[in-house]
């Protein structure tokens, strides 16, 4: 289709990037994509390194 108006449901919401992950991950399962294990993984992983980010003390210019 033109202009990218494909899309035809209604846009998610989340509360958290967390919740946008977990559903992310865990939508990978059931499709054979990832195992279980790999959700749960990549989820501990990215926490860890969102957390180290935010923890960075940012210069301001």
């Known amino acids: 289709m ?3 108006r494909s899309f035809l449901s209604t ?3 989340f509360g958290n ?3 946008m992950a977990a559903e ?3 939508s990978r399962v ?3 994509v ?3 294990m790999d959700s749960d993984a ?5 926490s860890a390194i969102g957390r ?8 301001k210019q």
Do not use: Q
């Open 2 to 4: 033109k202009g990218g």
């Open 11 to 13: 846009p998610r919401t």
């Open 17 to 19: 990037f967390y919740e």
């Open 24 to 26: 992310n991950a865990y």
């Open 30 to 32: 059931p499709l054979g």
């Open 34 to 36: 990832h195992f279980r």
């Open 42 to 46: 990549g989820l501990k992983l990215g």
């Open 52 to 59: 180290k980010i935010n923890n960075l003390h940012w210069k």
